[in-house]
């Protein structure tokens, strides 16, 4: 097979991919004007639980989510992933990027670029902020990579990332992070808010 890869508009990524998912073909990308750099960052522990906050204000309130905000003038992805970290959280990680992922709603001119960020250590105590509420969840056996054993007993008392009541399209990517590949991803929502197409691809699976 011959060619390159076919991503959709608003990603960009130079090393190679593989497609993963390409859903809701029926309908055309969702056109935007602008696009506002965003960060969202996980801690992961020993492959078996998770950290994510429930967002008490503001865009997706209601919905748990990984810890993260809008990149300020003068920053980095990177840079921003830590402060709003520490601010949503009280804790500092030695983050690193995992993936990106753009977001496009019906009706919203501006998109969203959001760089995605993941560790698998932290350090301070975790705490309630004005803007989350942050709880630990034990990571599912059908998210996880088929070599990963089972966890602790302890993580097994934790219960299980929601995902019905995360985005819609995080059960696409979330194995990919979890599987240490690299990804990429668009989804477009509808003014419902619900999806109307996406796309994810991912570097290649590891093969020894």
């Not at 300020?72 to 983050?95: K, S």
């Not at 560790?119 to 059908?142: L, N």
């Not at 054993?149 to 929601?162: F, K, M, R, S, V």
């Not at 619900?194 to 699976?205: D, I, Q, V, Y």
């Amino acid at each position: 097979m011959s060619g390159k890869l076919q991503i959709p508009p608003g990603l960009a990524y130079d090393g190679h991919l593989v497609e993963v998912v390409n859903d809701g073909v029926q309908n055309e990308w969702v056109k935007y004007e602008k696009v506002k750099e965003y960060t969202n960052a996980f801690i992961i522990i020993d492959d078996q639980k998770m950290l994510l906050g429930l967002k008490k204000r503001g865009f997706g309130v209601g919905l748990w989510n990984g810890f993260g905000g809008k990149v300020d003038p003068g920053e980095t992805p990177a840079q921003a992933a830590v402060r709003e970290l520490e601010e949503e959280a009280g804790i500092t990680a030695p983050l690193k990027q995992c993936g990106t992922l753009f977001f496009v709603v019906d009706g919203v001119d501006t998109a969203f670029n959001i760089s995605v960020f993941s560790a698998h250590e932290y350090s301070g105590d975790v705490i309630e902020t004005d803007e989350m509420r942050p709880e630990w969840f034990s990571i599912q056996d059908s998210l996880l990579p088929r070599s990963t054993t089972a966890g602790p007993t302890e993580t097994h008392e934790l219960p299980q990332i929601p995902l019905e009541k995360m985005w819609a399209d995080d059960e696409f990517w979330m194995p990919l992070m979890f599987a240490r590949r690299y990804f990429v991803g668009r989804a477009d929502f509808g003014a419902d808010s619900k999806m109307r197409r996406w796309w994810f691809g991912a570097t290649p699976l590891n093969r020894s």
